[in-house]
T-cell receptor
């Protein structure tokens, strides 16, 4: 049973550029959440997708956008990159419906470096 | 505003002894709490959770205690093993019947088990 997968593993971009990160959820999961983890900090919630729609959003600017596909996989897009966007980007998947608990399963992350 | 706080950045414990990791929160609306463990170059792995209707939950060597009046929870690991060395994150969510709401994380505690 494949867990949550993310690509690429590492990425180096220049200020002002745009980046797309990808995530495939754990088999059977229909909800994908994205988190940003800066160095020395805990993960911070960016947004969550369910049924191909953004359902919840954290305190991140509109430069951060996403998409969910019919197969439940998801993309995170960041436009006009800033140095402060350098972080580990984590994708987490879960079941949306029902009281299955609030356990979210995380992928290994994509390390983004903005120079 | 840090709603979930882990005030100890690091903790060292002898192998075989008890490890106690602490977490405080400020948001009274939080009603579900989780502990995640993170190894380098991996995503956080779910360890154990507790609903606000309980004050204790046990799973093998791991026990989580919740003190709602003090807005405090702790994770006990007994006995501690070398493989427990990792960064531990406390997380909280505001539940709903829909489940799987966004997680708010603390900044983490690095646990080192000394052989």
């Amino acid at each position: 049973d494949a867990g949550v997968t993310q690509s690429p593993t590492h990425l180096i971009k220049t200020r002002g550029q745009q980046v797309t990160l990808r995530c495939s959820p754990k088999s059977g999961h229909d909800t994908v959440s994205w988190y940003q983890q800066a160095l020395g900090q805990g993960p911070q919630f960016i947004f969550q997708y369910y049924e191909e729609e953004e359902r919840q959003r954290g305190n991140f600017p509109d430069r951060f956008s996403g998409h969910q596909f019919p197969n439940y996989s998801s993309e995170l897009n960041v436009n006009a990159l800033l140095l402060g966007d350098s972080a580990l980007y984590l994708c987490a998947s879960s079941w949306r419906v029902g009281l299955a608990g609030y356990e979210q399963y995380f992928g290994p992350g994509t390390r983004l470096t903005v120079t | 505003d840090q709603q979930v706080k882990q005030n100890s950045p690091s903790l060292s414990v002898q192998e075989g002894r008890i490890s106690i990791l602490n977490c405080d929160y400020t948001n009274s609306m939080f009603d579900y709490f989780l502990w995640y463990k993170k190894y380098p170059a991996e995503g956080p792995t779910f360890l154990i959770s507790i609903s606000s209707i309980k004050d204790k939950n046990e799973d093998g060597r791991f026990t989580v205690f919740l003190n709602k009046s003090a807005k405090h929870l702790s994770l006990h690991i007994v006995p501690s093993q070398p493989g427990d060395s990792a960064v531990y994150f406390c997380a909280a969510s505001v539940g709903s019947n829909f489940g799987n709401e966004k997680l708010t994380f603390g900044t983490g505690t690095r646990l080192t088990i000394i052989p």
